[in-house]
Structure formats: structure tokens, C-alpha cells
């Protein structure tokens, strides 16, 4: 990120509800005052400073009361911003890949989901919207399973964030910014009037709030020229888990299974190896945009090594260990992920995955897979005595159980119209198959389920290749604006 905008600049004044003390005791001004939040967003851009973000904060944000395992994360990042930054590690910076998209919809599946909280008419635009951002929460978690207000509230989040998040292309979006803050507002209410106050739903409104903080911060910097590194590698990563709210979205998994397996650590670990699955899709993008927070990215800057292996290693590790631990949810969400990722029309994932030599092994040096402290801290593993050996049946000791879970897939696709072929299909003939998973997921999550599962187990060689500078590129390219990213 740039920090050559002088400091001198005025600070405006505190954002008012998103950042301040009285966030989670709502009135009847609450949603106006978040809506108003987000209409700032061009003034505060145009005053930014280095030190902008620690001045947004209130003295006592609301943020962090239920999730305190993850409370100040934002705050000491943005503070981080006013300290020298270094310069990214002179590594190969791969970036051919599709052309990035706006709000390109893919099918017609998800706008049901996002009329129930917010009435859009039926246009290309507003498929595109449900698909990428009420549908970035509705599509990772069991609508099913979990209180449906809840489900409501959080993907009503998602959409807020992308009023931030998509400033540089939200087209009609802001057409919906006051009813989408009041259904946020709802959200909150629900969670303090319904639930208990010891309960799960508590933290992972938390959660989904801290989201939104980040987001929020981080669309005020300029577009960065060229990459560059904050200090602090573990304060890092746990900011990406905040910011792309996948921490929320584990939480809501692991709440669906029931009685809770994995303590915040656990969910830490889960969610890091979940948004390496957007991440590695991510990765030749996010290097052309100059977009510091991937967690390939962040490895490779505090190391100066290429980082696919030492990402790869830590996720198969954490996914060993989900299964060995009957923790199917750490399986479901990095799943979901990566199965929506590849929906996305707006990502072309599909084309990207389907379009991959194999990496040239000269084409990079031979790296550590555990050469980073942090992720070592975070893996829930030891390390391995074979630390080469990548392949996920390998590193479980419940191999019975991994060959039942793939077993069971295989059986679901054979006998389930919908998900017939999953298995033996292209990325690109995939597509459809997510779509009428998606479709049984209003009534059942089961098909998605199973598609998630199978993509981690059995089909992840690509994704690796997506993230390895030693791979390249064959398929359709073209201009798309860094804006996009």
C-alpha cells in the first residue's frame, strides 16, 4: 500500500457508528448512521493519511466485545500503517490469468436468497450482487442449520461490506445502502433479543462486524504502485482472516455441526486454510493489482521465499487434522469456499484452473514447507516426517475415515442427478453442477456438502498451480482495471 500521502492532511472526525462505542446498543438512528458511514467513504479517501485508520476508531469500540479473541486486529493494523513499511522481497510475481470482471452474473440461482432480506428486481446487475456478496455468506454456510434470522443478518453484512468493498465499480448498489443498514441493525437486535448472551451467535455477529471495520479501512488507502510489507506477520494473517470474514464464516461452521469441535485457534487455523483457496485463485490477480493481503503474499513478503509450498503444507496439515478429529466443518468451509470461488463469473476461476501447465520444477528454488514460524504456531499438526508429501490421505492417521468421506461423495454423485459427473468434470463444466447444488441448497445442504468435501479430498493439484509462479497461464486473457481487484 502507498504511504507517500503526507500526514499533514486534516483528520475528519470519527466515524460515528461503525467504529464506536455504541454500535451493539442500537436506536432509531443506528441504520442512518451507518449508511451515513459508508457515504463517507469519498470524503475520507480524499483526506487519507497513514495514520487515518487509528483516528476512525472510537475510544471504545463495540467490535471485539463477544469474538475478544480477535479484538484490536484492526486497529493495531491500521496503526501498523504509520510505521515504515518495507518493500516487497524481489521474487517472481506471476500474473497471467483471465481478465478480472465487475458484477457479471453467472446463473439465476441466488437472487432468491437476497429478496427475502432485500427487494432488487430480477436484472443481470442484481444476479451479479447476489451472487458475489449477499451470496459470499449465503453460499458458505447451512441456511438449514443454523437460525435463519442469523443466516439472514450475516449474509445482509456481506452485502454492507461490498458498498466498501466494490467502491470502485458498485454501479447501482447504492440503491439498496439504507435498507441493507436497517437489516444489519435488525441483525444486531435479533442477536441480543433471541439468543443467549453466553452463545455462539453473539461472537459471530462480532465477528461479522470486525469484517466490516476492515474492509472499511482498507478501502480508504489509494491503489498501491507496487507492494509493500507491513511489520508484523502474525498480526497480519489474523487481519486476513478478518478481512475477508472468513473467521466469521468458520465460526458459523463450526456452529452448525453442533457441539463444538476446535477452540478459537482451531477456528484461526480453519479459516487461514479456508481463504487460501480464494487466495491461490486470487494470487495472479491480486500481484497485478499490487493487493498486499493474500496470504501467499504476506508469507512470501516476511520470509523472501516462494510461499506456495509452506502455504501448502499448513493446509493439508489443518485439513488432516479436521478429519482425523471428526471436525467436518473445517472440510465444509474451505469447500464452500473454493466452490464458490469457482462459480463466480466474475473471478473466471474455472477458466484459470482449466487453463494450467503443470509448474516447471526449475522454475523455482526448493523451499522449507515449514519455514514459517507463524503458520508453525497456527498448525494444529506436528510437523511431518515427510514434509514433502503433500497428499491429504497420507497425512491422516483415520485413513478408514478420509476413504469414507471420499467414498461417500463418489456414491452421492453417482446416484444424484444434479451432481452426477462432478467428480470427472471440467472446472468449467462444473459450473452448472454448483448451480443446482445451490438451488438444493433453499431446502438442503447436502449436495453442496458433497461437492465441497470431494473438491478438497480430490482436486486440488490445480488450485496449487494457481498459486505457483512455476505454472503458467495458456487460456484467454485481456485489459481489466487494477480497480476491479
Not at 105 to 127: D, K, N, Q, S, Y
Not at 177 to 189: F, S
Not at 318 to 342: E, N, P, S
Request: hydrophobic residues 40%; contains cysteine.
Amino acid at each position: 500500500m502507498d504511504i507517500s500521502v503526507s500526514n499533514e492532511r486534516p483528520t475528519p472526525s470519527v466515524v460515528t457508528a461503525l467504529f464506536g462505542p455504541d454500535l451493539f446498543r442500537t436506536d432509531e438512528q443506528t441504520a442512518a448512521r451507518l449508511a451515513s458511514d459508508m457515504r463517507r467513504i469519498p470524503e475520507l479517501r480524499n483526506a487519507w493519511t497513514p495514520g487515518m485508520g487509528a483516528h476512525v476508531f472510537g475510544p471504545d469500540t463495540s467490535v471485539g466485545t463477544y469474538d475478544s479473541h480477535m479484538k484490536g486486529v484492526p486497529f493495531a493494523e491500521s496503526l501498523a500503517e504509520t510505521r515504515a513499511l518495507e518493500d516487497f522481497p524481489d521474487l517472481p510475481l506471476v500474473v497471467d490469468a483471465p481478465r478480472r470482471r465487475g458484477f457479471v452474473a453467472r446463473g439465476t440461482a441466488l437472487l432468491r436468497a437476497m429478496t427475502e432480506a432485500i427487494p432488487v428486481p430480477a436484472t443481470p446487475f442484481w444476479h451479479g450482487v447476489a451472487e458475489q456478496t449477499y451470496g459470499y455468506a449465503w453460499c458458505l454456510v447451512d441456511n438449514n442449520l443454523l437460525c435463519r434470522e442469523c443466516v439472514r443478518g450475516s449474509c445482509s453484512v456481506s452485502l454492507f461490506d461490498s458498498f466498501a468493498d466494490y467502491y470502485h465499480f458498485c454501479e447501482q448498489l447504492p440503491e439498496t445502502l439504507d435498507i441493507t443498514a436497517q437489516r444489519v441493525v435488525e441483525y444486531i437486535n435479533h442477536v441480543h433479543r433471541d439468543h443467549e448472551p453466553d452463545g455462539q451467535e453473539r461472537k459471530i455477529m462480532d465477528a461479522w462486524l470486525a469484517s466490516t471495520q476492515a474492509i472499511y479501512l482498507d478501502i480508504l488507502h489509494p491503489k498501491a504502485d507496487r507492494l509493500r510489507t507491513l511489520d508484523d506477520e502474525q498480526r497480519t494473517i489474523r487481519y486476513r482472516g478478518i478481512n475477508a470474514a472468513i473467521r466469521a464464516l468458520a465460526l458459523q461452521a463450526r456452529h452448525e455441526q453442533g457441539p463444538l469441535i476446535g477452540d478459537d485457534d482451531a477456528v484461526d487455523a480453519v479459516a487461514l486454510a479456508a481463504v487460501v483457496t480464494h487466495d491461490a485463485c486470487d494470487r495472479r490477480h491480486d500481484n497485478l493489482a499490487n493487493e498486499f493481503y493474500n496470504v501467499f503474499t504476506i508469507v512470501s513478503a516476511h520470509h523472501g521465499v516462494e510461499s506456495v509450498d509452506v502455504v501448502r503444507r499448513f493446509c493439508v496439515d489443518v485439513w488432516a487434522w479436521a478429519i482425523d478429529h471428526g471436525a467436518d466443518w473445517a472440510i465444509h468451509i474451505a469447500g464452500r469456499l473454493l466452490v464458490w470461488q469457482v462459480y463466480m463469473a466474475r473471478y473466471q476461476a474455472d477458466v484459470l484452473l482449466d487453463h494450467l501447465t503443470a509448474p516447471d520444477p526449475r522454475g523455482r528454488a526448493s523451499v522449507d514447507p515449514y519455514a514459517d514460524p507463524v503458520l508453525n504456531n497456527l498448525n494444529p499438526l506436528r510437523p511431518s516426517s515427510t514434509p514433502d508429501d503433500y497428499d491429504l490421505r497420507s497425512r491422516c492417521q483415520d485413513k478408514t475415515r478420509y476413504d469414507r468421506m471420499l467414498r461417500a461423495c463418489l456414491t452421492h454423485f453417482r446416484g444424484c442427478p444434479g451432481c452426477r459427473g462432478y467428480d470427472t468434470a471440467t472446472w468449467q463444466q462444473r459450473a452448472p453442477l454448483i448451480e443446482a447444488a445451490y438451488r438444493a441448497k433453499y431446502t438442503d445442504c447436502r449436495c453442496l456438502n458433497m461437492l465441497s468435501i470431494y473438491t478438497i479430498l480430490a482436486l486440488l493439484d490445480r488450485l496449487w498451480w494457481a498459486a505457483d509462479p512455476a505454472a503458467r497461464y495458456t487460456g484467454p486473457t485481456g485489459n481489466w482495471s487494477p480497480m476491479l481487484c
